[in-house]
């Protein structure tokens, strides 16, 4: 059974929200749904640090085997990690993140979600950014 587009998006986001010491236990719940997972910890200046996440996305994804290595796939995770991005500067612009970026693929849906905190001195905000691409599930081309 293959899980619809909310059912990614709720993985990627548990994946991002998760403890550490969580993501292998959910990352193997996931998988017995056929949902390939992946999180990996981001931080530092929001605007110094985007083509870093989006780096950091994209080498998870392939580390983890939730996408082959091809400019198909690489832009969906790209493109998914930008909107998330988008989201979380709207918050952020300019200030100091730290937090985790969640991954989840079933099939033809893949998100990316950004789940941070925002440090201003002794204020901390939370802020939370998905982005969904869809990418072909049988892409002969990679």
């Known amino acids: 059974m293959k899980a619809n587009s909310i059912e990614v998006a709720k993985a990627a986001i548990k994946m991002a929200t998760s403890e550490r010491s969580e993501e292998k236990r ?3 719940a996931f998988k017995e749904r056929n949902i390939l997972t992946a999180a990996v910890d981001i931080g530092g200046s929001l605007n110094a640090s985007i083509s ?7 080498v ?16 969906a995770v790209v ?12 918050k952020a612009n300019g200030l100091n993140v730290g937090g985790k970026i969640g991954i989840a693929r079933c099939g033809e849906h893949i998100s ?8 201003l001195l002794h204020l901390n905000e939370v802020v939370i950014g998905l982005g ?11």
Do not use: N, W, Y
């Open 26 to 28: 959910l990352e193997a």
């Open 132 to 142: 969904h691409r869809s990418i072909p599930d049988d892409d002969k081309r990679c």
């Open 60 to 75: 998870a994804s392939k580390r983890t085997g939730i996408i082959k290595d091809c400019h198909v796939h690489d832009g």
């Open 112 to 119: 990316v979600c950004i789940f941070a905190s925002i440090g």
């Open 52 to 58: 870093k996440i989006m780096e950091r996305a994209l």
């Open 79 to 90: 493109g998914a990690a930008r909107e998330a991005i988008l989201q979380v500067a709207a």
